[in-house]
């Protein structure tokens, strides 16, 4: 998990990660969509490949990556562990919000 988290903290390879969402894209179309060169976009991709998250498919000249679904289901399964403590704390700020309103609303009767 530790390598899904430093692959994803980087902005650029989660801006690759959002546009591999809508599918498998080459790789030059993956640099036409961000502000970096290709050998750079081709770090940030081997770091993905590496961590588990992106696989390459070659074909003829071009290599086409896409997400693994793996990999990402264990984060969101990981994350989900956790839901529950945000729903109860989310839930318990909800009701202070509500309380100081109360009491806002009285003070100005």
Known sequence: MVET??????PTRLRIVELLRAGPRPV?????????PQPQVSKHLR????????DVQPRAQQRIYGL????LRELNEWIERFRSIWDARFGQLDGLL????RNEDEEKR
């Open 98 to 101: 509500a309380e100081i309103q």
């Open 47 to 54: 770091v993905l490949r590496d961590a588990g998250l992106v």
């Open 28 to 36: 030059g179309e993956i640099c036409d969509r961000l502000p970096l």
């Open 68 to 71: 693994r679904a793996r990999r």
């Open 5 to 10: 988290f430093a692959a994803l903290a980087d």
